[in-house]
């Protein structure tokens, strides 16, 4: 059993104890323990279930690349599945429970896969699902989605209780990883004068030295790491940062870190996570390695783990996997476990070196403290079920008859280590295959290149490939040194003396025995999370899988959350060699950030809630918001939809305000609606090029409608131009196209015609706008008085700057109703003031404010388009019937060549026209007219679609716009529509202006 | 994420804050253009792996167009300089030729 032993622990503090639940069992555990070692401590070695087979499992490792151990953490609003046991510290009141297994964790239904691996291999679901095609949506797709993905989403109605915030950080150097290369690389950076940051993705500095020994400085390397420690901490240019992981690295220095502030400390204030995003002019990698498991039978039983995690576990955290552990090894560093366990009073009852030859002094230490050492064998299979019992050795070299049994309760396994190589590759860093170590590691000269065409990445330690103390803190002082000159700093820093033990060579086993017979492939798991066997690599070959990346895909090898950190070598290993190439040659698939999975919350930041996007509001929004309004966005604006009144519908309030505009006096807040002043000698010639009419010719004083297209002919925008005088022209745009169409301006001034004396100004927030419209708008203004706005003074299309009843205005004498009409611009900070004037005085003709809604009902029966309803960036103004507002006489403007395309001259085109249902409904949004027959797809053929449609209050009957094939010439014409419930609407074609089709109202 | 000099501002602008307006040194084909000629002015761009001329807009800053040399494989950047032009500044074309002899782009190289 595993347990916690009487001392030892270097990371636990014993006067601390914390309580904490799994699966609803009260357990308890020491300050600094993980979620694992308390587990492990409490005998709780299986911890999950795997994904395809439901197999038991416990952790096989004691970091982040632990793809068993996963968890679901918290409850409720803090709930959140797939936490790693490993690397999840544990707190006072930690609750967590296992997942992906019914009904429990020991006794899972679904664990009946394991007995079908067989007839899941490799590919199964692409094979599997394909047919009946019939049983996909009854059969194959519930099947899927109730077997599909790890642990529990959190509740829908859930909402993460914490903060998250980013920080943003300029640094000359940027040194990823704390251990004793990343310590030492920091400080000969920070020794140049640089300015550093250190990160450590755990809670503690050193890494793996104070574990595996050595002496640096004829210190221990504990000892050591203090006292560096203290170095950094007292140089004012390093700053360090625990608990933060080095996410990704990205362009031009760009780095992301992952800091946890509150996970170890739920009850501490402040945001959870922080995301840093770092600028850096170099950046050093110095991420270590991780130790490989070996492929054999049963490596994935719980009680086998990796040697350096048994090792982990006992001196981190005072906690034995089992009483008795058998080590199997490729290499030397795998002696240390069996060293450190014997030391601490507990059995290794066989240490199995695949090499014939063994292992170097740490195998001659072992053999003196009796352990017995079995050279040139392996382990032909584990023994046990949801625990290991034993293991079965034989010849390394054979196909797996056994040779002896050997009971015991924990296996500590070594393929040998791989140097994290993630955070180099992000950004393009090439990677050589190194044939003694038997892993990938940087090509020196290949980094990520920056700005200036030099490279800002360099690696130190282990994740360069230096296993051994002494090489591995030469290259870090070396590489932190460069680091920090190449930022432009000098100084020289040399490394620490620090003695290794010598190690014989490591043989490189890809499977053990190397013979295996199929029985005992398909047991020895590759990638543990998705159940990725060697025979199923080895089948991916036979059915002709060559790429990596297609392997990857299709035997789902290292597409677990731990994304192959701890077996992709094994996995590309297999691959080449049932491809029978050099593993260079199969290469590795690619290494794409975050190195471990981040939190939503933290990407989003701050910008959640009411925080997401900026809401813009205009000077009258208070009033809306006193007023009862239903709000709508538009853009980043809350426009008014409708105020309904009492026990109103949002239907019944529109139709009151649309009756109220057209029989006595509505008022509308327009500000939103855009406003670029276009001013200079060529801005009557800028404005011809923008618009498709022409807009030199308008005289100070008056107003014209315009539109606008893109360069593809598309029509983008509309709105009524103002000219204010020779010089200046105001353009008014719809509200989401204001900054667009400013934009657009701009590009074209800037880009094309920049010799032309033209300057625009956005001044749509100067401005609050207000619509007073409605047969008695006149009378209105009138009584509120100072200006002349009769018909003669102030016709329609015309504009005029006065006082009006004490406010500094402009009226303009413009409609998008079809009713008599004044829109009003005032400085934004009179706007309330004004409002309110209005609608004090305008209470004897019942003045209604009226919403976007019964604005768009309004425009709808005069047949006026809306962008956005009647255009979708494929419609041009021909398509609309806007010929008219399309100048003939000139020679060019944007849109204009395009227009004259084939496509867009074709006759055939939809055409705008108004339809009316024969009974009187409302039609469908977006419904398409069908035609006759089908399409290539077995589709009905179709002649039009529905733009606008709406309940006519005017009318009392449904009207709608809609472009349909030659529909101007079908005038009369009753089609059938579409309608979700799966009959067809008729409806007639008729003019699209359903109202006062002379402009009389308007024009009073 | 690449930082860009604004010619303008003289910062080195991040990415964030500038808008990418796709390739530079475009001429504009107006009404008299042929079918052909329009076309490949509306649709057709240069892909290059290797050295690229774009157009950038300092957006979230002095909103000014600008162009950049950049090459796509590396990100390395060889210039930045006002959109104001109808072809890059000879100092530009000098730096890309010293970086990457033989380069070509368009008619340029």
């Known amino acids: ?1004 | 994420m690449l930082t860009l000099k604004c010619p303008y501002c003289d910062v080195q602008a991040e990415e964030t804050e500038l808008h990418a307006g796709g390739e530079a040194h475009l001429t504009r084909h107006g009404p008299d253009s042929s079918d052909d000629s329009f076309e490949s002015y509306l649709f057709t761009r240069e892909n290059p792996k290797g050295v690229h001329f774009e157009r950038w807009r300092h957006s979230h800053g002095c909103g000014k167009w600008f162009h950049a040399a950049r090459c796509t494989m590396t990100m390395e950047v060889f210039g930045t300089y006002p959109a104001q032009t109808t072809k890059p500044p000879q100092a530009i074309l000098d730096a890309i030729t010293a970086k990457r002899p033989g380069w070509t782009w368009r008619e340029l190289s």
């Open chain 1, 1 to 1004: 059993m595993s347990t916690r032993l009487p001392t030892g622990g270097r990371l636990t503090d014993r006067t601390y104890r914390v309580g904490f639940t799994f699966n609803g069992k009260r357990l308890n555990g020491f300050a600094g323990d993980t979620l694992a070692s308390a587990l492990l401590a409490n005998d709780q070695v299986l911890m999950g279930r795997s994904f395809k087979h439901h197999r038991p499992r416990g952790p096989v490792a004691s970091g982040a690349e632990e793809p068993n151990a996963l968890v679901n953490l918290g409850e409720g609003n803090r709930f959140e599945p797939n936490q790693r046991a490993t690397t999840t510290e544990l707190f006072d009141g930690l609750t967590a429970t296992s997942q992906n297994h019914w009904p429990s964790l020991e006794m899972d239904i679904g664990a009946i896969n394991t007995h079908l691996a067989r007839v899941l291999p490799a590919g199964f679901y692409y094979k599997m699902f394909m047919y009946p095609r019939a049983f996909w949506k009854h059969v194959y797709e519930p099947f899927i989605r109730h077997s599909a993905g790890l642990g529990k989403a959190p509740d829908a109605g859930a909402r993460d209780a914490d903060r998250y915030e980013h920080f943003y950080h300029y640094t000359d150097v940027l040194v990823v990883g704390g251990g004793v290369a990343g310590l030492m690389a920091a400080k000969a950076a920070g020794q140049t004068g640089a300015k550093v940051l250190l990160l450590e993705q755990t809670a503690h500095w050193g890494g793996r030295a104070p574990v595996d020994g050595g002496l640096i400085d004829g210190q221990t390397p504990e000892t050591w790491v203090t006292s560096v420690l203290n170095e950094l901490h007292a140089m004012p240019n390093v700053t360090l940062r625990n608990r933060t992981m080095g996410a990704g690295v990205y362009d031009h220095g760009y780095a992301l870190g992952y800091e946890r502030l509150t996970d170890h400390a739920p009850d501490l204030d402040g945001p959870r996570h922080r995301l840093w995003r770092i600028r850096a002019a170099q950046i050093v990698t110095a991420t270590g390695a991780i130790e490989r498991p070996i492929s054999f039978a049963g490596n994935d039983i719980p009680g086998v783990m990796l040697a350096s995690a048994v090792r982990d576990y006992l001196v981190n955290w005072g906690v034995s996997i089992g009483d008795r552990t058998v080590v199997v090894t490729n290499n030397d560093d795998a002696y240390r476990t069996a060293i450190a366990l014997k030391k601490a009073g507990l059995d290794v009852p066989a240490i199995i070196d695949a090499r014939n030859y063994g292992g170097g002094a740490l195998m001659a230490e072992a053999q003196g403290l009796g352990i017995r050492v079995e050279q040139g064998r392996g382990i032909a299979k584990v023994l046990g079920g949801k625990r290991v019992t034993g293991v079965a050795i034989c010849n390394q070299q054979g196909e797996g008859a056994i040779l002896d049994e050997i009971a015991c309760d924990a296996v500590a396994m070594s393929g040998g280590w791989s140097p994290v190589v993630h955070l180099w590759s992000h950004c393009g860093g090439k990677l050589d295959w190194d044939e003694a170590g038997a892993f990938f590691r940087p090509r020196a000269e290949a980094g990520p290149t920056g700005a200036d065409g030099k490279p800002f990445v360099s690696v130190a330690g282990a994740a360069d490939g230096h296993m051994a103390l002494a090489s591995l803190l030469k290259d870090a002082a070396q590489t932190g040194t460069v680091a920090g000159n190449n930022a432009g700093f000098s100084g020289q820093t040399s490394a620490p003396d620090a003695t290794d033990v010598p190690e014989k060579p490591l043989e490189p086993v890809w499977l053990m025995p190397q013979g295996a017979r199929y029985d005992l492939r398909m047991k020895a798991w590759l990638d543990y999370q998705n159940d990725v066997k060697v025979s199923d690599v080895q089948l991916a070959a036979r059915e002709g899988y060559e790429s990596v990346e297609h392997t990857k895909r299709y035997t789902t090898l290292g597409m677990a959350t731990d994304q192959g950190k701890l077996s992709n070598i094994n996995g590309l290993a297999t691959l080449s060699n049932a491809l029978g190439e050099a593993i260079p040659e199969v290469g590795t698939t690619t290494f794409r950030p975050p190195y471990t999975p981040i939190s939503m919350g933290v990407i989003a930041g701050e910008a959640r809630g009411p925080l997401f996007q900026p809401i813009r509001q205009t000077p009258i929004h208070a009033w809306h918001e006193n007023h009862d309004v239903h709000w709508e966005p538009v853009g980043q604006w809350r426009r008014p939809y409708c105020y309904p009144r009492g026990e109103e519908d949002h239907a019944q309030a529109v139709i009151r305000e649309v009756k109220a505009v057209r029989q006595s006096l509505g008022l509308l807040d327009a500000s939103t609606l855009g406003k670029i002043i276009v001013k200079g000698p060529d801005a009557g010639r800028f404005l011809d090029m923008l618009y498709t009419n022409m807009m030199s010719t308008l005289k100070p004083g008056k107003c014209r409608y315009g539109l606008m297209c893109s360069e593809n002919g598309f029509l983008i925008d509309d709105g009524v131009v103002a000219r204010l005088d020779e010089d200046t022209f105001l353009c008014h745009t719809t509200t989401g196209g204001a900054d667009h169409i400013h934009a657009h301006m701009e590009e074209w001034l800037q880009t094309e015609w920049w010799d032309w004396q033209v300057y625009t100004a956005n001044v749509t927030e100067q401005y609050a706008q207000i619509a007073v419209v409605g047969p008695n708008a006149r009378k209105l203004l009138e009584k509120l008085g100072g200006m002349n706005v009769s018909k003669e003074a102030l016709p329609f299309m015309t504009w005029v700057d006065g006082t009006l009843g004490g406010f500094p205005v402009r009226i303009f004498r413009i409609s998008f109703s079809g009713e008599l009409s004044y829109e009003i611009a005032t400085p934004a900070g009179h706007g309330r003031a004004l409002w309110d004037l209005l609608y004090a005085k305008g209470a004897e003709w019942n003045i209604t404010p009226y919403g976007t809604e019964a604005l768009h009902v309004l425009r709808a029966e005069k047949g006026f388009i809306m962008i956005g309803d009647e255009t979708d960036g494929t419609v041009i103004p021909q398509d609309l019937g806007l010929d008219w507002a399309i100048s003939k006489k000139k020679d060019d403007y944007l849109g204009k060549r395009a227009q004259a395309r084939s496509h867009m001259t074709d006759p055939s085109r939809w055409k705008l026209v108004g339809l009316m249902t024969e009974d009187g409904s409302v039609l469908p949004e977006g419904a398409y007219a069908v035609a006759g027959g089908t399409n290539a797809n077995d589709q009905r053929n179709t002649q039009g679609r529905v733009t606008s449609t709406y309940f006519s209050p005017t009318l009392g009957r449904g009207i709608a716009m809609g472009l349909v094939l030659n529909g101007p010439d079908r005038m009369d014409e009753v089609i059938e529509f579409t309608h979700v419930e799966g009959f067809t609407v008729p409806a007639r074609i008729v003019d699209p202006v359903f109202y006062d089709p002379e402009g009389e109202k308007q024009n009073v």
